[in-house]
């Protein structure tokens, strides 16, 4: 499975080379989201299995892009990453999931903190 992280995101999001995917509920995603994410409100469906609810979407999302996929944790959008593969989608979930990215965002001390455990340990 393919995972991407809150930096590298970032990086690939000033490129413009990247597709990213909120999974999460529309409430959460008005209330704070990716800049120019696109929101596809099947949390609840992915997390009881029904991977198929985010075929309504899939006109959205173009096929020539990686995906990153988000949700509140990165567990759920693995399923919708995983759906997409499928698919023969280029897809990675975002680690740490909005929550990672708004640490990241935020310049946190647990981001810095967690981002120096990754380097040191590989």
């Not at 809150?6 to 909120?22: A, C, G, I, Q």
Request: proline share 3%.
């Amino acid at each position: 499975m393919s995972k991407i992280g809150p930096s590298e995101l970032d990086e690939r999001l000033s490129r413009d080379d990247v597709f990213v995917l909120d999974v999460r509920p529309s409430d959460d995603y008005r209330e704070r989201h990716i800049d120019g994410s696109y929101n596809a409100p099947v949390y609840d469906d992915l997390r009881q299995g029904e991977t198929e609810a985010l075929d309504a979407h899939l006109d959205r999302v173009p096929e020539d892009e990686r995906v990153v996929t988000v949700c509140k944790a990165g567990v759920v959008a693995r399923e919708a990453t995983n759906h997409l593969q499928e698919r023969d989608y280029e897809a990675a979930t975002l680690s740490g999931g909005f929550t990672g990215w708004r640490h990241y965002e935020d310049d946190t001390l647990l981001y810095r903190v967690l981002s120096l455990v990754r380097t040191v340990t590989g």
